[in-house]
């Protein structure tokens, strides 16, 4: 779910990776365009004219003006035209202000990291495909978890363990009956977030501007995790503020994942079809501290 833990910030992880992009694709990029988008329900895809797909969390609890037309077109202004649009534009729209703008956005990043990938342009990582992040947590005995977001797979997990975690989550309605004990409000994220041994965020925290506040907070000693669809873009970034695993997806049926979107699909209705779980890990690190 969507959460907003600390104040909004301008994103430095996607405006570092817009440059990546941007660097490795050199003029190749400003040939690149927009074949098809769909905003679904639960997540935006895109196709490139290039083939490649991306998709990110559809940030609708992030747009209070979608409550009647005229408003709704403000939140939305380039509906009807996103096809055939330079990516480049895009590339700018991932840096915005305007929620939906942003998600499309880094869809689109999504899409051109996978063709920067295809095209053997990056390295310093490794990826495997088929791989759960989930199935990555180093959940010893003594572990603290501390999860960012009703990530519904992660709270299964963890609630089998039957030991302390927290969950941080902007809308409490979200968790079930027997969750609700191990929720915290996002105003104790300062607190909360340094006595982790595992931090989970979810990577809509891209969209809302919080990630990099939190990875902050983060003990470096603890094992740091971002995960979903949102975090699908080139991990660089995100290693060089101590994120440990990125969980992403690539979509390997472009028109299927994007058909299904427009059927209100989940990630459920992508995996095994028209998309695959990714597990990206780092091969050598640099920090940053800004």
Excluded: W
């Excluded at 895809?45 to 559809?58: K, M, Q, R, S, Y």
């Excluded at 003990?219 to 290693?239: C, N, Y």
């Excluded at 503020?241 to 969980?247: A, Q, S």
């Amino acid at each position: 779910m969507m959460v907003l833990l600390l104040k909004s910030r301008p994103s430095k992880i996607l405006e570092e990776t817009v440059a990546e992009v941007k660097n490795n694709l050199k003029d190749k990029i400003h040939n690149i365009k927009v074949e098809r988008a769909v905003i679904g329900i639960f997540f935006t895809g895109v196709c490139l004219d290039t083939g490649h797909a991306g998709i990110c969390a559809t940030p609708i609890k992030e747009i209070p003006e979608a409550v009647c037309c005229p408003s709704s077109a403000r939140a939305m202004p380039n509906a009807g035209y996103l096809t055939e649009r330079p990516v480049v534009k895009y590339l700018d729209d991932a840096l915005s202000n305007i929620p939906m703008k942003k998600a499309l956005g880094i869809a689109v990043l999504s899409a051109l990291s996978s063709y920067c990938r295809d095209k053997g342009l990056v390295n310093g990582y490794k990826m495997r495909v088929g791989v759960d992040a989930i199935e990555c947590l180093d959940l010893k005995d003594d572990t603290y978890p501390v999860l960012i977001g009703a990530i519904a797979p992660c709270l299964r997990i963890l609630k089998g363990r039957k030991k302390p975690f927290t969950i941080i989550e902007l809308d409490p309605r979200t968790l079930k009956s027997d969750e609700i004990r191990f929720y915290a409000p996002p105003g104790k994220t300062p607190e909360i977030v340094p006595k982790a041994d595992v931090l989970v965020i979810t990577g809509t925290t891209l969209i809302n501007g919080t990630l990099e506040g939190i990875l902050k907070l983060a003990r470096p000693d603890a094992q740091v995790v971002v995960l979903g669809p949102t975090a699908s873009i080139l991990p660089h970034a995100f290693f060089r503020r101590g994120v440990n695993i990125l969980g992403g997806d690539i979509i390997t049926n472009p028109e299927k994942m994007l058909d299904t979107l427009t059927e209100g699909g989940s990630g459920y209705h992508l995996y095994g079809k028209s998309a695959e779980r990714v597990v990206t890990t780092v091969k050598y690190r640099k920090s940053v501290k800004n």
